[in-house]
Nanobody, 124 residues
């Protein structure tokens, strides 16, 4: 069983940057694909970014491409999401997730473990 805990969310102004972290425990994630999703009330959880087991393959939602960067440090069991040039439309609860396979995926159904989420609010 993998436990995931996100941190780093907060309230920022448009144009600012934030870095989210996701610390994994309970089971090694060094051979697992991981990702970030986000969700607003009344809406479906949407894909943001994902990385394969060693982080050398990454994929992004079109809405964040060029502004967000996903990375991971398996020696620290930690994944990151560097978010630059934040926009009000990025406001959401951000969730860290891991799957029982090595590849990066975009569908929520491909992931097995989820964190509790961290709130990111971007004011205009």
């Amino acid at each position: 069983q993998v436990q995931l805990v996100e941190s780093g969310g907060g309230l920022v102004q448009a144009g600012a940057s934030l870095r989210l972290s996701c610390l994994a425990s309970g089971h090694s994630v060094s051979n697992l694909g991981m990702g970030w999703f986000r969700q607003n009330p009344g809406k479906e959880r949407e894909f943001v970014a994902a990385a394969n087991w060693n982080g050398n393959r990454t994929i992004y939602a079109d809405s964040v491409k060029g502004r967000f960067t996903i990375s991971r440090d398996n020696s620290k069991s930690t994944m990151y999401l560097q978010m630059n040039s934040l926009e009000p439309g990025d406001t959401a609860v951000y969730y860290c997730t891991a799957r029982g396979g090595p590849l990066e995926k975009k569908d929520t159904n491909d992931y097995d473990w989820w964190g509790q989420g961290t709130q990111v609010t971007v004011s205009s």
